[in-house]
């Protein structure tokens, strides 16, 4: 017999900022999840992705099943600055800059509950970004808007301000044992 | 100018075993992601809730914007044990063998890409389900099966056992600063 599910409300409403970092899988899925819920209590959600792009993201496919209520961003080239990057740190950074305009508009617009800022964490740690562009879009957020900062080296002071910092630790990970990327799981 | 994305397969197709636990927020929330998608790669996911159940509960409606490809179960009464808990141990492991049952079907049934058995970990905990009926899941899934479970305090066995294991440890959370539960991020 499957249970039926009730609802309850906060009596008092306010927008959070979480953090998901850590060295472990399951940020950016973590994220997704996020905006499937948020989809399914009627909220509209903004996903702007800071770095992937490249390879594997069934992201883009994915986010698409949420339309309209859900729109995503992949703004970045992928994989700054590890080996066989083919782009410049200036062209990386461009990028990144044009992410986090995009992110202040979306933000600012009061058109979205949730805005979920991709690896951005990494972004930042890579110098793509300024920690006073982040701290900006943290403290200039709607009071109701909920804004989730992913990404592995979470700036101390990204965390000093957030609601709730999740770390995700990689205790074993089947790439130890030499198994590819698997579809459905790794991307 | 967003970026367009590649898909790459691997070589070797692989069904993983995948452990998601920890005390910290977003073990539920990553599976939802997964479900998300891995339907977004066209996947059918089978979603079995095994404790969740009575209150605050998004997911049901959200995982239905991922029908037919996505299915849900909701199984549990939900906070076994906790205060307030107004049904008897032996009314939830009642309703935990009928979602082990459901899960045994499921996996074996070939007809899904992705299963999750969302918050078994606790079951096995709470001896709502017993090791052996969680390994013999775990043995007995299709070499493709992605098997996907979640929830704190997982078995050291059904660790061994899994390709990946993540663990989300909590930092921080909007709780301790007073805040209630809120729509769109912790429900």
């Known amino acids: 017999m499957e249970t039926e599910v009730k609802h309850l409300e906060p009596v008092k409403k306010t927008g959070l900022t ?6 472990g899988k399951g940020k950016t899925t973590s994220a997704l999840g996020i905006a499937l819920r948020a989809v399914g209590h009627g909220m509209k959600v903004c996903f702007i992705q800071f770095m992937k792009g490249d390879i594997h993201s069934g992201e883009l496919d994915s986010i698409k099943r949420l339309a309209p209520e859900a729109e995503m961003h992949v703004m970045g080239k992928g994989f ?4 066989g990057d083919p782009y410049k740190f200036s062209e990386h950074r461009e990028d990144a800059q044009k992410a986090i305009a995009l992110a202040k ?10 805005v979920i800022l991709d690896e951005i964490n990494n972004s930042l740690k ?5 920690l006073p562009q982040v701290l ?3 403290d200039g957020k709607p009071p109701l808007l909920h804004l989730v900062l992913t990404g592995r080296d979470a700036h101390p002071e990204v965390k000093k ?6 770390e995700i630790v990689e205790i074993k990970h089947a790439f130890q044992q030499g198994i590819e990327p698997q579809k459905g799981i790794d991307y």
């Open 105 to 114: 508009e979306k933000i600012t617009s009061g058109a979205y509950g949730v």
């Open 80 to 83: 700054c600055g590890i080996m």
């Open 136 to 138: 900006d879009l943290i």
């Open 18 to 23: 979480v953090v998901i970092t850590g060295n």
């Open 126 to 130: 890579l110098k793509l970004v300024d």
């Open 161 to 166: 301000r957030a609601d709730t910092v999740s």
